[in-house]
């Protein structure tokens, strides 16, 4: 009996863990974006790796791309990845 009520409280609290997830990831994406609209309104230059990786892709050279944006600024192959799918996909 204890072992059932522990797996319901485990799989409710799973439901609630994810719930939470779901809405700080809508929250990020809203922050995201007010920060595009801001940077784009006071005319904020974006930073000088995007250049870079635009023309990387242009070459198909996907993975330099990932490489120089993890140098440039430090940040996990996963986030490299994302930044430059983000570039990627921005004129689609």
Known sequence: MEFIVLVALII??????????????????????????????????????????????QEDNYV???KEVREALGISLTEAKQFVDAIKNENK
């Open 12 to 57: 409710v609290s799973g439901f609630f863990v994810t719930s939470r997830v779901n809405n700080l990831e809508k929250m990020i994406k809203y922050q995201q974006y007010t920060l595009d609209q801001l940077s784009k309104k006071l005319g904020v230059a974006e930073h000088p790796i995007n250049e870079d990786v635009r023309k990387h892709l």
């Open 64 to 66: 330099k791309a990932i």
